[in-house]
Each structure stands twice: as C-alpha cells, then as structure tokens.
C-alpha cells in the first residue's frame, strides 16, 4: 500500500490547494457584490460552495474517465451507488431491508395528496416482477442511495417490475419501455397507499 498512500497523499495535498484556490476566487471575484456578504461569516457560504464545486468537479472526472472505457451509463451509476453504500457502511451505516410508513411531501407526487402515508419496503434485496416500485422522476447527476432520496423528499413515481436480474456483479430492475435501474437506485417497494378517509385502500 506505499506507492497507493503516496498517490493518496499527494492527491489529498493537491485538492486541499484546488479548495484554497477557489475560495480566494470567489472571495476576489463574487463574494464582495454579494447581497448576504454581511452575514458570509456565520452562514460559511464560501466555504460551503468551495467543497460542494470541488467535489462535483471530482465525481464528473471519474465519470468521464470510466465513460472513456466504455462503461455503460447504468454500470456507471451501480459503481457510484456502490461506492456510495460502503462509504457508508465505513461510518457505521447499514442499509437493513424493513418495512416503513411515510408521509407524502408536497410536490413529492401529483398523483397522491401531501400528508398521504405509504407502507415503503426500504433497501429491498430482491424485487418480483409485478411489484410497484418507487422511482426518481428524473436521473440526477450524482446518484443518490434509493432510500436517502426518498427521505429527503425528492419527487417519485410509481411504476411495475417486469423483470428483476443479474449482471456483471450488479442487481438491476427493468420496467417499461425496457428502461433499466439498478437496484441500489430504487427508493422503494409500495406496498399499500394509505389515504385518511379509507385506511385500508392499497392502489395506484
């Protein structure tokens, strides 16, 4: 691990420069015309927009870098997802298979009210073909653990599991119009809708 510790150290200095660096452009060439510069110091603004441009700048060179392998575009997203599930589980996370009840956010979904509660199978290991299952309405640019995005109220919609399978190490579900998600993407499995006036109705 010498040689890999060495490029570690030296990435690790060279990013910590790229941060610095951009935190003096920014204080040198936008954060002096800034309406909330007054208050940059307790909000840390600066700060934050530095760390979160860095690491976007980062996460789209490793993506270019496999895109130039050809990786596909669904692999690419498994291996983030992955990545991102053991970055996790290093902290002491565990992504356990349970059952939860939920309330919709407003605008989460236009086909249900806000404050509408749904019995969510969360982190699913496997998925049959003919259950509902919760996806994003809309790919994002850094992909987000299924269960992360559903809770941070990211708009879903529903859709039916035609085919569950594996490939190249990967858990992947396929639904309509032959669109392919892997399974780390997938908020959840509905299980029942459950809407204040009637209980015990399940649909969508």
Same mark, same amino acid.
């Given at each position: 691990?010498?040689?890999?510790?060495?490029?570690?150290?030296?990435?690790?200095?060279?990013?910590?420069?790229?941060?610095?660096?951009?935190?003096?452009?920014?204080?040198?060439?936008?954060?002096?015309?800034?309406?909330?510069?007054?208050?940059?110091?307790?909000?840390?603004?600066?700060?934050?927009?530095?760390?979160?441009?860095?690491?976007?700048?980062?996460?789209?060179?490793?993506?270019?870098?496999?895109?130039?392998?050809?990786?596909?575009?669904?692999?690419?997203?498994?291996?983030?997802?992955?990545?991102?599930?053991?970055? +996790?589980?290093?902290?002491?996370?565990?992504?356990?298979?349970?059952?939860?009840?939920?309330?919709?956010?407003?605008?989460?979904?236009?086909?249900?009210?806000?404050?509408?509660?749904?019995?969510?199978?969360?982190?699913?290991?496997?998925?049959?073909?003919?259950?509902?299952?919760?996806?994003?309405?809309?790919?994002?640019?850094?992909?987000?653990?299924?269960?992360?995005?559903?809770?941070?109220?990211?708009? +879903?919609?529903?859709?039916?599991?035609?085919?569950?399978?594996?490939?190249?190490?990967?858990?992947?579900?396929?639904?309509?119009?032959?669109?392919?998600?892997?399974?780390?993407?997938?908020?959840?499995?509905?299980?029942?809708?459950?809407?204040?006036?009637?209980?015990?109705?399940?649909?969508?």
């Amino acid at each position: 691990m010498g040689k890999l510790q060495e490029q570690l150290d030296k990435f690790q200095d060279t990013a910590g420069a790229a941060y610095q660096e951009i935190m003096d452009t920014l204080e040198d060439k936008y954060c002096w015309k800034c309406p909330m510069r007054s208050t940059s110091i307790n909000s840390h603004c600066r700060e934050i927009h530095s760390m979160k441009v860095l690491q976007e700048a980062l996460d789209q060179g490793i993506r270019e870098k496999l895109g130039e392998t050809g990786v596909s575009s669904v692999l690419l997203e498994s291996l983030i997802l992955r990545t991102t599930k053991k970055r +996790f589980k290093n902290q002491g996370g565990a992504a356990r298979e349970k059952t939860i009840i939920m309330d919709v956010s407003p605008g989460q979904n236009l086909n249900l009210e806000p404050g509408t509660q749904l019995m969510v199978k969360i982190n699913p290991k496997k998925i049959r073909e003919g259950e509902r299952i919760m996806i994003l309405c809309e790919s994002t640019e850094s992909p987000v653990l299924g269960v992360c995005a559903l809770i941070m109220g990211f708009p +879903f919609r529903v859709t039916v599991v035609e085919r569950f399978f594996h490939e190249n190490n990967f858990w992947y579900v396929e639904v309509k119009n032959k669109k392919i998600f892997p399974l780390k993407s997938i908020l959840g499995v509905l299980i029942k809708v459950i809407r204040k006036d009637q209980p015990e109705i399940s649909y969508l």
